[in-house]
């Protein structure tokens, strides 16, 4: 997909980004110049995989990967240490890092159409943690 357009805008101040619905199968390694991100938003692509790049998103709150290709959440999920609200409904996700124990500040997780088990310690760490986990 490519956007032409005489418009000049400044990474290091945009604040969201919204790329849901369009068909992305990778996100690129230069998202990490979007360093004032808080809300991004990914949903309904084909994404199979995160790259380490994005975890430097360091002010991220919100992150919307619902309806794509994950299959796993890398361990360096945790460097997203203000993440509040992580939406990963409808992937192929199994299993989950232990390392979403140490994102503090999350307050909802969203899990719904992946086949996970329900009984999987993390799930029991998060839930005792306050952190809403939303299974179906």
């Known amino acids: 997909y490519t956007y032409s ?3 000049k805008f400044e990474e290091d101040k945009l604040t969201e980004l919204y790329l849901s619905k369009m068909n992305i199968t990778i996100i690129p390694d230069t998202i990490s110049t979007f360093n004032s991100l808080t809300k991004l938003f990914f ?3 084909v994404i199979n995989h995160l790259p380490d790049e994005m975890m430097e998103l360091k002010k991220l709150t919100h992150l919307n990967l619902n309806n794509n290709k994950l299959k796993n959440i ?3 999920i945790q460097d997203l ?3 509040e609200n992580l939406q990963l409904a409808r992937n192929q ?3 989950l890092p232990f390392s979403l124990e140490k994102l503090l500040n ?3 997780l969203n899990l719904v159409a992946n086949p996970i088990g329900s009984d999987l ?3 029991d760490k998060l839930n005792q943690m306050g952190v809403k ?3 179906d």
């Open 121 to 123: 310690p993390m799930i």
């Open 93 to 95: 996700i199994n299993e």
């Open 43 to 45: 949903a309904n692509n």
């Open 133 to 135: 986990v939303v299974l």
């Open 81 to 83: 240490e203000r993440l």
């Open 74 to 76: 890398p361990d360096s």
């Open 106 to 108: 999350l307050k909802e």
């Open 5 to 7: 357009h005489n418009y």
